[in-house]
Nanobody, 126 residues
Framework: VQLQASGGGLGQAGGSLRLSCAAS????????MGWFRQAPGKERDFVAA????????YYADSVKGRFTISRDNAKNTVYLRMNSLKSEDTAVYYC????????????????????WGQGTLVTVSS
């Protein structure tokens, strides 16, 4: 399984960025997908997740109302649209794929996700 994240870079406070993550090696359309982030010196934290059909999403409180996760199962790609960026959003962002297919509940814990992308750095300047 390979996950390739892209789209990070320098953003302005109040601005927007969109991250993408292309997956291969697993039947993408049957697995929940998640985004996590890790700021310097901190733990890797949950950001957002989307169900395998795309009908359900879940967000960390810190990004709710600002970030939107979506997926295109035809392209094996998951996205994270980040609006109203804040300096505290600065981190390396990782996409991840759930460890089991066809799950009925979105899980936010890191251990549930068994493959990870390489990470893409997002830096927000104020």
């Amino acid at each position: 399984v390979q996950l390739q994240a892209s789209g990070g870079g320098l953003g302005q406070a109040g601005g927007s960025l969109r991250l993408s993550c292309a997956a291969s090696g697993r039947t993408f359309s049957t697995y929940d997908m998640g985004w996590f982030r890790q700021a310097p010196g901190k733990e890797r934290d949950f950001v957002a997740a989307i169900s395998w059909r795309g009908g359900s999403t879940y967000y960390a409180d810190s990004v709710k109302g600002r970030f939107t996760i979506s997926r295109d199962n035809a392209k094996n790609t998951v996205y994270l649209r980040m609006n109203s960026l804040k300096s505290e959003d600065t981190a390396v962002y990782y996409c991840a794929i759930a460890g089991r297919p066809y799950t009925s509940v979105i899980v936010t814990t890191r251990s549930w996700y068994d493959y990870w992308g390489q990470g893409t750095l997002v830096t927000v300047s104020s």
